[in-house]
């Protein structure tokens, strides 16, 4: 296990900034205090087969909305749950520069983008984008630490991984309570 | 054309006069094109500046900086971050459509002084009149230098005219990359659009000279198959490999053993284009396979000689050489390596000094030299050299696992993050699939080999591991046929610009892959089997011949080569990519009846809007590539680029959900009419092989389509959908115009659909982004054209 919050890949350092690396309490209170999380979900996501799709529709259920990025909608749809929003990362990063977006679900652009199951290359370009031209905070749930988010899990091993996610599932509070 | 011309008088008598063997050259004669000039022949640098924008407006440049800072001058670095500005006063989105405007540059460069080489190469050896003949069924010879040159090269000395001019604009476009030049981003793009427009155009005059100065094949589509892959290697011979993208040492190489009857006595192989040119000359050469296989090739022992040129060559290959005790020969001004020139010397005593080691290699600048030294020595050191290899074999492999302490700094340092120390340890106690299975996926950068502070050489060990894959390595590739045919555009196009024919779909590119190159041939696949034109270049044209079907068949041998529905066009090396554009140009001209003289700006309009052609360069990395995808952007063609094409830090991306970016002109009425968003974006990045086949589907629609075209793209595009994602796409309320375009099958579920979605019915222009070519106008410009003439 690597608890240890350098980037994972060792140049994806950005400049100037550098995100602060979070344990699974710290991330829940962030996404509690965001009043319109948004969970953008990658193709990668099914890499460890179900564990990582049931988790994510764990805290869809508590009323997070999904961004299905490349084909992971599949997996979803797999599992029953088609209120997805199905749409490119790099369109998705596209449109969160946009303040007048109405966001996934109507209800105005997204105020936390939360990104796991990403091509690391991908969700590190997504974090620059953010990180640069908008003023959305961006937390990465992956299991290696991107420096270029606002938060991120620290470089952890996949068993540990899951661990942390069921943790923020049950920390994370249901939307609308 | 205008062209220089000379008169030779062999002898003049005269009362005045009497002399003998004069030779007169006039400066500039106009000659017998029926068409006339475009508006912009020879654009400057903000001739097009215009389209750019235009293109901007719709296609907005997204931007995901690699580095937060600048530092190109010693002000910085400046800390560019969140709306910071450097000590130049320049800002994120500017700084970074200033790197992209470089790498366009540089790629433009790149391909442009291997052009400058090639022309030179072929008028010093066929003179300057010789004459530029592409066959009995291409009339247009280039397009692409017609349409921005505004003349027609008909001889090989013509083609410096369209060299001198691109070198000059390029010196423009890097001047203004300076320190306190442009503020604005999309002014950067324009000199990037610029820079990639004049890429194009020099990779057709290189490959025109070299196309007629080697008498390679003029777009049969007829051509043989070529072996392919490191297993065809003969190993009981002596190996010359060449790396690079300039074929000239190559075909000397070729000619010297021919000539010396050594051509059945030694191997002649190559990576990267200059291989795929070779096998253009003449298919008995082999091709061992992308960049990736760089260095595996040369630690595997089998190279006795190793002869490099320019571009894509490893910078280390010479360090990597010496340990296996292979000479290496350099043979162009980009790559010295440090070492020795000696073109003056005598081939034999530069064979002596280089068999016996005594010096690691040697430049040489004469092409003819270089065949000579390379076939010699590589028959004085074959014996010697006994293919020595550093790929270590099953016992080493496990006593270097033994070593590996886990730390897993070469998985942090690999771009595609391989778990390569977990692989070790299936290694370390005598299983070497692990390790074996991950070669697919390994673009053979060696960054693990650096990263490992004890010194073990992952790369080698994965090597060593799939010894069985690389016996296996014996695939096929059809030799590049080089230029479509007139009389192909002229069949397909009706078929493509009504949509008949769903899209043509080109693979071309580099081997960056970040998921393994069975992607590329996986998805060149399904649109063969869907019957669109699929065309291939470069090393993507390489990959997609390494993978075979259940009955042992390579996409090469089982869908024929012609410019033509459900046919797979090898056109060949990168340069040749100028005949993927050239075929599009020609669309315009040969079945629209559009001029080409001059005239960019409606030939990319007719392009952007009618021609439903797109690019994928799944493993992309190089500026010439960014170059080449960007020129092709300006030409209105759409490019889709693998995951780690986010890297190059801009795309160009439409936003379908904006309505009023999609107003475009009726040329038929002059009317502005809100069109469906086709084709939705310019540069897009997929992140997933099922995503980009999706993406493909989407971005070969056009405003143009007939009905029955759309039907066909949109019924590909939902069963496409539903066999990747699962789903029913959600936005076929874009895409349908009129209900004519429903597929017919699914016209009920469908309605329904569209009824939810609030679906109004849209007008199918005759489209075009340009006002002045609104009929109407266009017709009141003739007629005072014709007035102005006739006074
Ligand atoms: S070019 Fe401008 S931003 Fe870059 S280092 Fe110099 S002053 Fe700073
Ligand atoms: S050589 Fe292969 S395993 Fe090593 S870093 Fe490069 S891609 Fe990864
Ligand atoms: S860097 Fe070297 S020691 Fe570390 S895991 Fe990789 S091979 Fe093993």
């Known amino acids: 296990m690597k608890m240890f919050a350098t980037p994972w890949v060792r140049t994806q350092t950005g400049g100037t900034t550098k995100a602060v690396p979070v344990m699974p309490d710290a991330a829940s209170r962030i996404i509690n205090n965001a009043k319109r999380p948004v969970i953008a ?54 449109l969160l520069t946009d303040p007048e977006w109405s966001g996934v679900d109507g209800s105005g652009p997204p105020d936390l983008v939360i990104v796991i199951g990403i091509n690391l290359d991908l969700t590190n370009q997504t974090f620059q984008t953010l990180k640069n031209f908008t003023d959305i905070p961006s937390l990465s749930i992956s299991r290696y630490f991107m420096a270029n988010a606002n938060y991120s899990f620290p470089n952890i091993d996949d068993e540990i991984w899951l661990l942390y996610l069921d943790e923020l599932v049950w920390k994370v509070k249901e939307r609308g309570q | ?38 508006p912009t022949p020879k654009p400057g640098v903000v001739a097009l500046r215009n389209w750019d924008r235009r293109l901007m407006e719709r296609y907005e440049p997204f931007y995901t900086p690699v580095c937060d800072m600048c530092c190109l001058c010693s002000y910085g670095k400046c800390d560019l971050t969140h709306g910071k500005r450097g000590a130049c006063g320049i800002d994120s989105k500017t700084q970074q459509a200033r790197m992209i405007a470089l790498e366009c540059a540089i790629g433009a460069a790149a391909h442009g002084a291997h052009s400058r080489h090639m022309v030179e190469y072929q008028i010093e050896k066929k003179g300057r009149d010789y004459r530029i003949d592409m066959g009995l069924n291409i009339a247009t010879e280039a397009p692409i230098y017609r349409t921005i040159i505004g003349e027609r090269p008909k001889t090989l ?24 030049m442009e503020g604005d981003f999309k002014d950067y793009e324009s000199k990037a659009m610029h820079a990639g427009m004049l890429d194009n155009l020099v990779m057709e005059i290189g490959d025109i000279a070299q196309v007629i100065g080697y008498d390679f094949p003029k777009g049969e589509s007829d051509v043989p198959l070529s072996e392919l892959g490191a297993g065809t290697i003969d190993k009981e011979k002596p190996v010359i490999l060449i790396i690079g993208h300039n074929v000239v040492p190559g075909v000397e190489i070729l000619t010297y053993a021919e000539a010396y009857e050594k051509a059945d006595r030694i191997e002649l192989a190559g990576i990267c284009c200059s291989a795929h040119d070779l096998i253009r000359k003449n298919k008995s050469a082999k091709i061992i396979g992308p960049m990736s296989e760089q260095v595996r090739f040369i ?25 296996v005790k ?87 340092a690999c771009p595609v993050n391989l778990h390569i120390s977990a692989a070790l340890k299936d290694a370390k106690s005598g299983n070497f699939d692990s390790l074996a299975e991950l070669r697919e996926r390994c673009i053979g950068c060696a960054r693990c080999d650096s990263a490992c502070k004890k010194g073990i050489k992952p790369l080698s060990l994965i090597e060593g591991a799939s010894d069985y894959i690389i016996k296996e390595d014996r695939y096929n590739v059809r030799v590049g046929r080089g230029p479509i045919l007139d009389t192909e555009i002229r069949n397909v196009g009706p078929p493509i610009v009504f949509g008949e024919i769903p899209g043509v779909v080109v693979f071309a590119g580099c081997s960056n892959y970040s998921n393994g190159g069975r992607e590329v041939a996986e998805m060149a696949e399904e649109f063969l089997k869907r019957r669109y034109i699929v065309v291939v270049s470069g090393c993507a044209a390489m990959t997609i011949g390494k993978y075979r079907d259940e009955d042992g068949q390579t996409l090469y041998e089982k869908y024929p080569g012609n410019f033509d529905a459900g046919c797979l066009v090898n056109v060949g090396s990168c340069l040749t ?19 080409l003289r001059g005239n960019f700006e409606e030939i990319s309009d007719y392009i952007l809007n009618r021609v439903g052609a797109v690019a994928v360069v799944w493993g ?136 939810k979605k609030g679906w109004k019915e849209r007008v199918i222009p005759d489209p075009t982004l340009v006002e002045r070519l609104v009929w109407k106008k266009k017709d009141k410009e003739d007629e005072k054209d014709k007035k102005e003439e006739g006074r």
């Open chain 2, 577 to 595: 990519n100028a005949h993927i554009l050239g075929a599009a140009v020609k669309i315009p001209h040969i079945f629209g009846r559009r001029n």
């Open chain 1, 41 to 94: 979900v990658g193709a990668a996501i099914n890499d460890l087969g179900d564990e990582l799709v049931e988790r994510v529709i764990k805290l869809h259920e508590k009323g997070i909305p999904i961004a299905a990025t490349a084909h992971s909608v599949k997996f979803f749809e797999r599992k029953g749950v088609r209120d997805v929003y199905e749409v490119g990362i790099i369109e998705l990063t596209n």
């Open chain 2, 1 to 38: 054309m205008s062209k220089h011309e000379k008169i030779k008088i062999k002898k003049l008598t005269s009362p005045l006069l009497n002399m003998g063997d004069v030779e007169i050259e006039f400066g500039k004669i106009e000659d017998d094109w029926e068409e006339p000039q475009g």
């Open chain 2, 299 to 323: 630690r595997s022992g089998m190279a006795d000689v190793l002869v490099l040129d320019e571009q894509c060559v490893r910078v280390d290959l010479l360090e990597e050489a010496k340990k």
């Open chain 2, 157 to 180: 000395g013509d083609l410096e005219d369209g060299m001198d001019y691109a070198e000059q604009q390029l010196q423009h476009i890097v001047s203004s990359l300076h320190t306190g």
């Open chain 2, 326 to 412: 292979t000479p290496v020969i350099v043979t162009t001004d980009k790559i010295g390596l440090g070492l020795r020139d000696r073109t003056g010397d005598g081939a034999d005593q530069i064979v002596d000094d280089l068999a016996s080691g005594k010096e690691p290699g040697a430049m040489i600048l004469r092409p003819e030299k270089v065949g000579e030294v390379a076939v010699k020595l590589a028959e004085r050191v074959f014996p010697t050299r006994n293919k020595l290899r550093t790929i270590p074999d099953k016992d080493e492999i496990k006593s270097e696992a033994a070593r590996c302490v886990s730390c897993e700094e070469c998985q942090r």
């Open chain 2, 620 to 755: 992309t990395y190089s500026p010439k590539a960014l170059a080449i995808g960007t020129g092709l952007n300006r030409w209105g063609i759409p490019v889709i680029l693998g995951p780690s094409g986010s890297k190059y830090r801009r795309l160009y991306l439409g936003r379908k959900d904006k309505e009023e970016k999609w107003d475009i002109y009726n040329a038929r009425t002059g009317e502005v009419v809100n069109a469906d968003p086709t084709p939705e974006h310019l540069v897009y990045v997929a992140e997933s092989k099922e995503e980009a086949i999706i993406e493909i589907a989407r971005l070969v629609m056009r405003p143009n389509d007939n009905v029955k075209g759309r039907q066909i793209k949109l019924a590909h595009y939902i069963d496409l959908h539903k066999r990747y994602y699962g789903t029913m796409p959600g936005d076929l309320h874009y895409y349908i115009r009129q209900e004519g375009d429903i597929p017919m099958t699914m016209k009920p579920e469908i309605k329904a659909i569209l009824e």
